[in-house]
């Protein structure tokens, strides 16, 4: 069961996080390449840091998988998943659609999530027992609710640029040409806008499970739902590959699409 407590912890979790990625946002930060290639700042490698922190002081029986320092405790029932910059290459880009991920997965499955997006203010946080939130850059709450899409055809997507491999390609291609208005994702940004129900599928291969776990609870507190290409739930050990649908009528035809 997820408490107030437990959505209180996240909130600080991600207001930490938050704060050094303002501090370096915009700035002149030195970029390392990991490797996978991918980047790597030291606003990554702090806010993470700052967050484990404060696990290791106030749940230390938690579990921490994070992007950067890896796992501590992941057998434990309850594990905290971390992305400190999800979208560094915005990030480093001065694109304010970087955001850091605070999961909860309670017996491997995701209960509790934070979409915090630093550079516009904005965050979306829901858990079991508890509809999903959106707070402005006010301050201010308020429900966030997926919308109603039964057809593809009808529907605003953000998928990933092609990837290396051709099956996954060709699904990604003929998912866009099925839809009404297909977009490239903006990182975790783009599920916090199918949550408010501003699109309607987000699809996505190759991700970490730190980019996932703190997706799941948000979109389904908000009437969404998030699985995994064969439809299966999110765990810890999903591959990498989702569909997000703020209609859960989109996900088998999606799914049949990229299959086919």
């Not at 990554?44 to 290791?56: K, P, T």
């Not at 979109?219 to 995994?228: H, P, R, S």
Request: aromatic share 6%; glycine share 10%; charged share 25%.
């Amino acid at each position: 069961m997820i408490s107030a407590a437990d959505i209180a912890f996240a909130h600080r979790l991600a207001d930490a996080a938050a704060k050094i990625a303002r501090q370096y946002f915009r700035t002149p930060v030195a970029i390392d390449d990991k490797d996978d290639t991918s980047p790597v700042t030291i606003a990554d490698r702090e806010a993470e840091r700052v967050m484990r922190d404060l696990i290791a002081k106030e749940r230390p029986q938690d579990g921490v998988i994070g992007e950067e320092f890896g796992k501590d405790r992941p057998g434990a029932s309850r594990v905290w998943v971390l992305d400190p910059i999800d979208g560094t290459k915005a990030f480093i880009s001065g694109n304010p659609v970087f955001g850091t991920l605070v999961g909860l997965a309670v017996d491997g499955a995701p209960a509790l999530g934070v979409i915090e997006c630093p550079g516009l203010g904005e965050r979306w946080v829901g858990a079991d027992g508890h509809p999903t939130v959106f707070r402005d850059r006010t301050g201010a709450d308020f429900p966030a609710r997926a919308r109603a899409c039964p057809e593809l055809g009808k529907a605003a997507l953000y998928s990933q640029a092609p990837l290396s491999g051709a099956t996954t390609f060709a699904g990604m291609d003929r998912l866009r040409k099925a839809v009404k208005r297909p977009m490239h994702v903006c990182d975790c940004y783009a599920y916090g806008l199918l949550a408010s129900g501003h699109v309607d599928l987000v699809v996505e291969a190759g991700l970490g499970i730190y980019d996932i776990v703190a997706l799941v609870p948000v979109i389904e507190n908000a009437g969404g739902t998030i699985l995994d290409w064969r439809g299966g739930k999110v765990t810890l050990d999903t591959d990498g590959r989702v569909i997000a649908a703020g209609d859960p009528r989109l996900q088998e035809p999606a799914r049949a699409l990229l299959a086919a």
